[in-house]
Structure formats: C-alpha cells, structure tokens
T-cell receptor, first 115, second 118 residues
Framework: DVKVTQSSRYLVKRTGEKVFLECVQDMDHENMFWYRQDPGLGLRLIYFSYDVKMKEKGDIPEGYSVSREKKERFSLILESASTNQTSMYLC??????????????FGPGTRLTVL | AQKVTQAQTEISVVEKEDVTLDCVYE???????LFWYKQPPSGELVFLIR??????QNEISGRYSWNFQKSTSSFNFTITASQVVDSAVYFC???????????????FGAGTRLAVHP
C-alpha cells in the first residue's frame, strides 16, 4: 500500500521558533510537494522537489524553505514561525514516470498552530 | 490563467438524499486533466477520479457519478443516496498536460464541505 507519512499530526509552536515538518514516502517517487490548506483557499503549493537536493518554489514560498537530502524524505522548514503560518500542512508525492497524470498521493497532514 | 471554482462552501443533507457538488474550471489548454479528491476528518486526501479533456463520457462508480461538460467547463460530482460516511471536504482540481516549471501543476478549488446527517 502506498504511504506518505508526516512526522506530527498536531504541532504547537511559539512565534519566532524554527519549525521542521517532516514527510516520508515509501513509493520511491521522484516528486514531492508541500501544500498548505486554509479554509476557503483550498490547497496552495509552497515548494516542490523533483529530485534529491533539487527544489522549486511554488505559489507561496515566502517564509518557508525545504530540504531534500534523501529521495524518500522532504522537509519543510519555517525559519521563524509567525502566527500567519498557522495552518494545515499537507505533503504529497508522485512518480516522474506517471507525471502526466499527476497522481499525487497525500499524507495525513500536520495541523500547525503558532502562538 | 488556470482556475478552479467550487462555489458551494458547505452543503448539509440528510442521509439517503442525493447531492451534487459543483466544479467549474478555467484553462486555455486543450489538453488537461480534472480530478476529485475526498478529505475525510482524518485529513488525508483520497483520490476519487481523474478525467482527461478528451473523454467526456460520464463516469459512475457505485453511488458516485461524475458529469464532465466541456461546453460549460464543468466537472460535477453527484453522490446518490448519501451516507454519513460521505461527510468530508471534497476538492476539485485541474492539471494541464504541459510542463510548467518542471512538473504538472495541480490547481485546487477551495473545497466543498459536505455534512450528511442521520
């Protein structure tokens, strides 16, 4: 069974803290994505990666960075968390060979609250 | 510009009612893909269906059916005889076939929250 896992379901952090959100997939997928989900806005792409050590900005990269040192792991980093980064964060992965169909597989999400 | 509109923010129905979730999209491409995802309370988005722009046949899968109409740029989703387990947020999404920045970008609508009451 395909699996995308995220390190935490719920996270509470304070303003200014450095926050790491981890995502791991076991499908040997080349592509990995980080989205944030906010009410009324759907899912918005923050960053994606199509290979180890490669990253591309999505639609809302400001305030975030990412790291992909291993194929199966994609980390989202909030260098200095702010209250407007309180949101649900979803990780996804997809296969390069089936990229044209864009079948993205999602993790369960991390609900981050920044106080 | 690509855009997906789900005008219904929330829908509430009683079990066994039929319900239709609307999705309207905008794209300049002639080749594209449309998707529906379900997000139950557990949070994980579950893939329901993918449709390419050349296939306008309606699809039925059990109690679920999808109506794709290119003339109105709509890809609506109907649940027949709804059940409590259908309660979730449903997202419609659009992907164009061409590569943009290295991958096929997936554009999501804002989602429709469906509540099915016993």
């Amino acid at each position: 069974d395909v699996k995308v896992t995220q390190s935490s379901r719920y996270l509470v952090k304070r303003t200014g803290e450095k926050v790491f959100l981890e995502c791991v997939q076991d499908m040997d997928h080349e592509n990995m994505f980080w989205y944030r989900q906010d009410p009324g806005l759907g899912l918005r792409l923050i960053y994606f990666s199509y290979d180890v050590k490669m990253k591309e900005k999505g639609d809302i990269p400001e305030g975030y960075s990412v790291s992909r040192e291993k194929k199966e792991r994609f980390s989202l980093i909030l260098e200095s968390a702010s209250t407007n980064q309180t949101s649900m964060y979803l990780c996804a992965s997809s296969s390069l060979t089936r990229q044209i169909y864009n079948e993205q597989f999602f993790g369960p999400g991390t609900r981050l609250t920044v106080l | 510009a690509q855009k997906v509109t789900q005008a219904q923010t929330e829908i509430s129905v009683v079990e066994k009612e039929d319900v239709t979730l609307d999705c309207v999209y905008e794209t300049r491409d002639t080749t594209y893909y449309l998707f529906w995802y379900k997000q139950p309370p557990s949070g994980e988005l579950v893939f329901l269906i993918r449709r390419n722009s050349f296939d306008e046949q309606n699809e039925i899968s059990g109690r679920y059916s999808w109506n794709f109409q290119k003339s109105t740029s709509s890809f609506n989703f109907t649940i027949t005889a709804s059940q409590v387990v259908d309660s979730a947020v449903y997202f419609c999404a659009l992907s164009e076939a061409g590569f943009s920045g290295g991958y096929n970008k997936l554009i999501f609508g804002a989602g429709t929250r469906l509540a099915v009451h016993p």
